[in-house]
């Protein structure tokens, strides 16, 4: 159980952020353990071969040497805690290629060492080295992540406004304790629970940066130390539904009252989703989506609010209670 102890000024510098660094990272971790996360069994299928290639080229021999199986514990610098909330990961590389050399030393000397010929090259030339990581990392990111990640994107900003309102509607509590059965608040304290550590700290002023993490899924994940803030990594509501293909069923009670269309976009909005996104799990064109949400905002039935590049729809209370009365 790690326990850390917030003062006021902790409770005012807590933020959210997504980060496309560290879904890379994750998502390497996934493919080492392909059966630890069943969910994201579509995503393998298409990655892995591709991932394999990389491999077999050498071409992320580093990033390779970087990222052990789970429970190692990986590099802090590996993946910067975002500077601000939806960085590009153009920004998390430039943050990576800055890191100081004796941070990158001392993170080697701490978790993996310097047993392989990658590893200690990035030793020896800590510059050079996170070049060549950045290269590495842009590598994995275009063969494995980049052509799904509006779909993550869309998944990990809709989670933040989320908890944002969970935030508004009930302080800092009720935003802690919605977050992941493995995070409670209690008193002034947040306790994590892990698996393979055990600690208690203070913040001191810092405060924590939340961070969603669709690869993370099933687990939570912390990163601590002098460096960077403390960094607490949870899987985003909605992750189960990230690489469904599937339409969702309207009642069709609903859908006799609204049409089959609208009603089928308020079903599929178990949380907050961009046209984009709506668009692919419904089968249908950007155009018909946002004219229907159009039409659904003007009867008070969803609201619709900028999340970075994104709008992000979310049922009001009064879809909310539709769909209950008509048994969805």
């Not at 994201?40 to 990222?67: M, T």
């Not at 430039?94 to 090259?121: H, K, N």
């Not at 913040?203 to 993370?216: E, H, I, N, T």
């Not at 994940?221 to 002098?226: A, I, Q, R």
């Amino acid at each position: 159980m790690l326990n850390l102890e917030f003062s006021t000024g902790d409770l005012a510098r807590t933020r959210f952020a997504c980060s496309p660094l560290w879904e890379c990272v994750a998502a390497l971790r996934a493919l080492r353990q392909p059966a630890a996360h069943a969910l994201h069994r579509p995503w393998l299928a298409v990655a892995a071969p591709r991932v394999a290639e990389l491999r077999s080229s050498e071409r992320i021999a580093l990033l390779d040497a970087l990222v052990p199986p789970p429970p190692r514990a990986l590099p802090s610098f590996l993946a910067p805690t975002p500077a601000v909330p939806s960085p590009d990961l153009d920004d998390e590389l430039a943050a990576l290629r800055a890191v100081p050399a004796a941070d990158v030393r001392a993170e080697l000397d701490r978790t993996c060492g310097v047993q392989t010929a990658p590893l200690r090259e990035l030793y020896a030339h800590p510059s050079s080295g996170l070049d060549r990581l950045a290269g590495e990392i842009r590598a994995f990111w275009e063969a494995a992540l980049a052509e799904d990640w509006p779909r993550v994107r869309a998944l990990l900003e809709a989670d933040v406004l989320y908890r944002a309102r969970e935030q508004t509607d009930g302080g800092p509590a009720r935003l802690f304790n919605a977050l992941d059965p493995a995070i409670r608040w209690r008193g002034d304290t947040l306790s994590i629970r892990l698996v393979h550590h055990s600690a208690a700290q203070r913040l001191d002023g810092r405060g924590v940066v939340l961070v969603p993490s669709a690869f993370a899924w099933p687990r939570v994940l912390v990163k601590t130390g002098p460096v960077w803030p403390v960094t607490v990594r949870y899987p985003p509501r909605g992750v189960g539904l990230l690489w469904t293909t599937d339409r969702p069923a309207a009642p069709d009670a609903l859908a006799g009252v609204l049409g089959a269309t609208r009603a089928m976009l308020l079903t599929a909005l178990t949380s907050p989703a961009s046209t984009t996104e709506l668009a692919r799990r419904l089968r249908l064109s950007p155009g018909a989506v946002s004219q229907q949400l159009t039409a659904l905002r003007a009867a008070g039935l969803v609201t619709a609010r900028r999340s970075g590049r994104y709008v992000l729809y979310t049922r009001t209370a009064v879809a909310d209670a539709f769909l209950t009365a008509a048994g969805a």
